[in-house]
Structure formats: structure tokens, C-alpha cells
């Protein structure tokens, strides 16, 4: 069975590389370039993962997680966050928000996939907040 993975980014490039790498992976990968759009696809579709960067203009990916976490129907998907600021705020904040990793930018790719790859062994053992 194919695994799924929405990447919400706003840079095509990375969106690009992350479906590339994904699909390599056997990850069938949906992508959108904000949280909104993020949103609107988890109204009619379900994911394995949720990759999520953070500093988007239209939705950042803290905004995405606290409109998820308000929702009354929540993604049960785990949320890999990126992103290029890794500041303590920002990383309190996701966990609380239910980030289940926080990953810097530029990506590791080989410990991004290890990332994903233990949280399909795993799904929700992974402590909530853990980073690379």
C-alpha cells in the first residue's frame, strides 16, 4: 500500500526536491505552496505525513498548526516541521501547536528520510518535539 505525504511549502524548488526524494521512497506526495491551501486539501484527502514549512506569506506553518489544532475533525497525520529559524519560540511554540519534529533548513535529505521512515515504523512514538 502507498504511503502519503502532503509538502507544504512555498518554494517550488524544495517542494520539488522533497516529492522527488518522497516519491523515490514509495510516498505518493501531494503538494501546496501555503497552509491554507494545506487545509483545504485536509478537508477531502488523508496523509501518512505532513511535511510543513514554516515561513509561507499567505499561512505560516505555525498559523496551519493552530488552525489544525482548532478544528474539530484533526489530521491525525504527523507534522514534520522546516524551517530556516530555528529559535527557541518557534520551536515551543510547533511542539505545542503538536509538531511531532522540527527539522532546519537547508534539509539534511539522509536524516529527513530517516525521520520519516521511523515515524511510519513508529507513528506516534516518536515524543512529540523530538529534532534533528
Known amino acids: 500500500m502507498s504511503k502519503s505525504m ?6 517550488a ?20 505552496e501555503n497552509g491554507a491551501e494545506g487545509l483545504t486539501m485536509l478537508e477531502s484527502q488523508t ?7 514554516n515561513a509561507m506569506l499567505i499561512m505560516t506553518g505555525l498559523e496551519f498548526l493552530n488552525h489544525l489544532q482548532r478544528r474539530s475533525q484533526q489530521s491525525d497525520a504527523p507534522i514534520i ?4 529559524s530555528l529559535n527557541p519560540e518557534v520551536r515551543e511554540e510547533a511542539t505545542k501547536l503538536g ?4 527539522v532546519g533548513k537547508p534539509h539534511d535529505l539522509d536524516e529527513l528520510r530517516a525521520l520519516v521512515g ?3 515504523l513508529t ?6 518535539g523530538a529534532s534533528l
Do not use: K
Open 123 to 128: 507513528r506516534h512514538s516518536l515524543p512529540q
Open 99 to 102: 509538531a511531532y519534529a522540527i
Open 47 to 53: 496523509f501518512d505525513i505532513i511535511i510543513l514549512d
Open 6 to 11: 502532503l509538502i507544504i511549502d512555498d518554494d
Open 81 to 84: 516541521m522546516n524551517t530556516g
Open 13 to 32: 524548488a524544495i517542494r520539488d526536491l522533497l516529492r522527488l526524494v518522497f516519491e523515490y521512497d514509495g510516498f505518493h506526495c501531494w503538494e501546496v
Open 118 to 120: 521511523q515515524l511510519c
